[in-house]
């Protein structure tokens, strides 16, 4: 017994002075780089200190709570080595207060100190108004009174009541002020506390120094609740110049720290989603088998089991918690795109949707991502709050063809020359930098599968989930203007760039703002899913392009040949061009087609005009110069029996 006494004091001893001879240290890091990707983020800091000679225990405290442990990587220059490295959560030190969540708080309590104020006032003027009720002089009891007093003494009541009357409503108004003002400071107090939880991470770095001396130390991680997706203006001053594209990104994070005065790469890289190629397993029928394994998929929210509604081109609503407050800064992408937006400070949304595409995925700090399918233009979404804990969270075409020559083109410009020694992209092309027209300054570098800006100005973004417009570049894009009209079913002509080779520019989808000849038109989508190299910027609506369509009477007529009857329709179409340049416009109609045997089509005149077979669309392509105009028609006949009753027009 005595041996085994002897044994567990040695073992202590040994263990006191290890513990003795290794040193703690707080040492504070600072965020220098971020690499913000589609959904998430790459944090790197850094940290300098001396280390003395021996074991060393260092921590860095402050770190994301939302940061994934698998990602971490600590890498020291000095004369050390690494031992460990060990992530922890820190429930004691919460994240610093922001200063602007101070004076906020500071204005609510000044605000209620006057809301009190004016409320008292308004009580005081509703008693003086119960107490002069209450006295009247006039009643049965005063018969003594004359006409003169009696008429003196109402009026006095008259003009009492009046004002008391009027100093109660002012009271009301300065009452219904205060209070939309402590709500609005309450939702920026909301947007600006967005995250949930209070604690942070530390990581303890222990280190082994023979000679002790200066040691630098490099951190990096991934983490969840940031992203940014893009936005663009796009401006045309005039249809004889090439467009110009404000092309940037909206920033936004949640991690729980703020990003302050840091370089911020833009990747379209996504490391959350999987790059292993999937295997295709061997597929068994049976009696009873699932034949479509995606329906058995739960979008696990209340809108679950509701149909997509492809009719619907854009959508707007509101987004509440689960008390019903709005929730200010929450995430709402198109799901499978990078066209999103965030809720202003009232919690409410609005988004155009792509053509096909008919989910949000939308997102919030606490709260459990959603799935939601639009089927209506007005969708308000009410949040859950997540149950997982910190240590839980893991990470997991061209329509219209047309010959070159015959639209109004501009020599390509802005490229500089191929960078050497640079990746080459996935088609073996080399890496370009592009030659901004602006002051921004920003990088694009290439991989095989991701390319990324890496932005020169240092920006801050704090930690509170609002969108922050980053600049990316500003370019002059050499593109092919066509006008598309169809005056059959609306008489104005619609501006339309032409982009090719727009996989040269890396755009992303997302939402533009539109603006021709210096006024603004409103948003349209970018939407480069096209199957082709080229895809179409719609620029809106010009009046300064005429288009009519006219019937021509004297050819529109019906006659009878044996039981049949013949129909006959002629139109005239006939665009100006009011515009100080000339213009290439399509001019689109239709003969009919027909379904049935028994109905003939006679096709008689179309001027030229390219016909599909298939459809009936007919096609021209004019070009018109300034102040001038040009005239096109269509003329046919449809032969069906007597009996028939045929819808000849629309």
């Known amino acids: 017994m005595k041996h085994y006494f002897i044994l567990a004091l040695a073992l202590l001893c040994l263990q006191i002075a290890f513990a003795d001879d290794t040193a703690t240290k707080n040492v504070d890091s600072k965020i220098e780089k971020v690499t913000v990707y589609l959904d998430g983020a790459q944090v790197t800091r850094t940290a300098h200190t001396t280390a003395p000679t021996g074991k060393t225990e260092i921590t860095f405290s402050g770190l994301s709570p939302y940061l994934d442990k698998s990602s971490l990587l600590v890498q020291a220059t000095g004369n050390i080595s690494v031992i460990s490295v060990v992530q922890q959560m820190n429930k004691l030190k919460e994240q610093q207060k922001k200063k602007d969540e101070d004076e906020l708080q500071k204005r609510k309590n000044e605000f209620n100190r006057q809301l009190e104020d004016e ?231 609005s988004l155009k949707l792509p053509n096909g595409l008919n989910y949000l995925t939308v997102n919030y700090v606490g709260y459990k991502t959603q799935d939601i399918p639009v089927f209506a233009n007005e969708i308000n979404i009410r949040m859950t709050q997540s149950n997982m804990t910190l240590d839980e969270v893991t990470i997991s075409s061209s329509k219209y063809k047309m010959k070159r020559e015959e639209l109004t083109s501009y020599d390509k410009m802005g490229y500089m020359n191929s960078v050497p020694g640079v990746s080459l992209r996935s088609d073996g092309r080399p890496a370009q930098t592009v030659a901004l027209e602006t002051n921004i300054n920003t990088t694009e570098t290439f991989s095989p599968t991701t390319y990324s800006f890496d932005i020169e100005t240092p920006y801050t973004i704090p930690n509170n989930g609002k969108t922050y417009a980053v600049d990316i570049k500003t370019q002059t894009i050499p593109v092919d203007y066509i006008y598309v009209t169809v005056p059959k ?97 399509v001019v689109l109609d239709q003969f009919p087609v027909s379904t049935q045997k028994e109905i003939e089509v006679d096709k008689q005149e179309y001027n030229e005009a390219t016909l599909d077979e298939a459809t009936g669309q007919l096609m021209w392509t004019l070009q018109i110069p300034s102040s001038s105009d040009k005239k096109v028609g269509l003329k046919y006949a449809v032969k069906y029996p007597k009996n028939y009753i045929v819808q000849l027009e629309q």
């Open 489 to 585: 079913l609306d008489n104005d002509a619609f501006l339309t760039a032409r982009l090719t080779n727009w996989d040269e520019y890396n755009l992303l989808d997302g939402e533009a703002n539109l603006y021709f000849e210096g006024t603004y038109l409103g948003k349209t989508l970018l939407n480069t899913s096209a199957e082709d190299d080229t895809i179409e910027i719609s620029l809106g609506r010009d009046k300064n392009v005429s288009v009519t369509r006219t019937k021509l009477k004297e050819f529109s007529k019906r006659t009878f040949f044996g039981d049949k009857k013949i129909a006959s329709r002629a139109f005239d179409i006939t665009v100006r061009n009011n515009k100080k340049q000339p213009i290439s416009i």
């Open 119 to 349: 409320t008292s006032l308004k009580d005081v003027y509703a008693e003086n108004e119960t107490m002069l009720i209450k006295n009247q002089l006039v009643n049965s009891d005063h018969t003594d009174l004359k006409v003169i007093d009696l008429k003196a003494a109402i009026e006095y009541h008259e003009l009492k009541l009046r004002e008391i009357k009027t100093a109660i409503l002012a009271q009301q108004r300065k009452i219904t002020a205060l209070t939309d003002t402590i709500y609005k400071i309450e939702a920026q107090l909301k947007s600006t506390n967005a995250n949930q939880d209070p604690s942070t991470s530390d990581v303890v770095v222990t280190i082994d120094s023979k000679l002790g001396g200066e040691v630098s130390f490099n951190i990096s991680y991934f983490v969840n609740y940031a992203g940014w997706f893009p936005n663009y203006d796009i401006r045309v001053d005039d249809i004889s110049k090439p467009m110009k594209m404000a092309y940037r990104a909206n920033v936004h994070q949640n991690t729980g720290e703020d990003w302050k005065n840091v370089k911020l790469t833009l990747s379209n890289a996504e490391p959350k989603i999987s790059g292993v190629l999937p295997t295709l397993n061997t597929w068994y029928l049976s009696n009873g088998s699932v034949s479509n394994p995606a329906a058995l998929y739960n979008y696990n929210n209340a809108y679950a089991g509701r149909t997509p509604n492809a009719s619907v081109t854009e959508v707007q609503g509101m987004v509440y918690d689960d008390t019903n407050e709005p929730l200010i800064g929450a995430t709402i992408v198109v799901k499978g795109t990078t066209i999103g937006t965030s809720t202003d400070y009232d919690g409410h949304y």
